[in-house]
T-cell receptor
Framework: EAGVAQSPRYKIIEKRQSVAFWCNPI?????LYWYQQILGQGPKLLIQ????????DSQLPKDRFSAERLKGVDSTLKIQPAKLEDSAVYLC???????????????FGPGTRLTVL | AQSVTQLGSHVSVSEGALVLLRCNYS??????LFWYVQYPNQGLQLLLK??????LVKGINGFEAEFKKSETSFHLTKPSAHMSDAAEYFC????????FGAGTRLFVKA
């Protein structure tokens, strides 16, 4: 079974530039998550999709971050414009069904390491 | 509201010694609790999970954790550390939102 795929693995940009990350979840997984992991901290949930609808985006900085999952499969996370504090690893995860209220395991991709100069 | 607190950002043990990583939680409803491990340059991987039922749960690589409601704890243990256990460990609580602890980095000395 193929795992969660993410690209690119690394990205270096200058502040005020824009950047996009791509995630392809495990086939058949209805729920997709984007996390931000700043160095030395645990991952923080940015947004959660159920199929192509947003379940939770309460911690997404909507003035600069956006995400979509148009066909309920792969997803894109965008930052525009980037700030220095956006330097982090961006993790994508997927699960069969929503984790809230159930206990489905989340499967994580390798992450994209973003450096903003 | 729900939260998890991992006690100790770094833990160092000798090879063959007991591993104990501490996690306390706060939840107004019965929690689902997980431990994930992140090896260097690898993705997060599930070690074990507690949902309902037996309070002592066993995971991969010889790890286990015990859910103690009275102490609001879910500590992770392994009887004998191996060099390959060196990694970052995260305690996670699942409710309507997934919340990760800050993580504990485990060092294993030869």
């Amino acid at each position: 079974e193929a795992g969660v795929a993410q690209s690119p693995r690394y990205k270096i940009i200058e502040k005020r530039q824009s950047v996009a990350f791509w995630c392809n979840p495990i086939s058949g997984h209805a729920t997709l998550y984007w996390y931000q992991q700043i160095l030395g901290q645990g991952p923080k949930l940015l947004i959660q999709f159920q199929n192509n609808g947003v379940v939770d985006d309460s911690q997404l900085p909507k003035d600069r971050f956006s995400a979509e999952r148009l066909k309920g499969v792969d997803s894109t996370l965008k930052i525009q414009p980037a700030k220095l504090e956006d330097s982090a690893v961006y993790l994508c995860a997927s699960s069969l069904a929503p984790s809230g209220g159930s206990h489905n395991e989340q499967f994580f991709g390798p992450g994209t390491r973003l450096t903003v100069l | 509201a729900q939260s998890v607190t991992q006690l100790g950002s770094h833990v160092s043990v000798s090879e063959g010694a007991l591993v104990l990583l501490r996690c306390n939680y706060s939840s107004s409803v019965p929690p689902y609790l997980f431990w994930y491990v992140q090896y260097p340059n690898q993705g997060l991987q599930l070690l074990l999970k507690y949902t309902t039922g037996a309070t002592l749960v066993k995971g991969i690589n010889g790890f286990e954790a015990e859910f103690k409601k009275s102490e609001t704890s879910f500590h992770l243990t392994k009887p004998s550390a191996h060099m390959s256990d060196a990694a970052e460990y995260f305690c996670v609580i699942l409710g309507f939102k997934t919340i990760f602890g800050a993580g504990t980095r485990l060092f294993v000395k030869a």
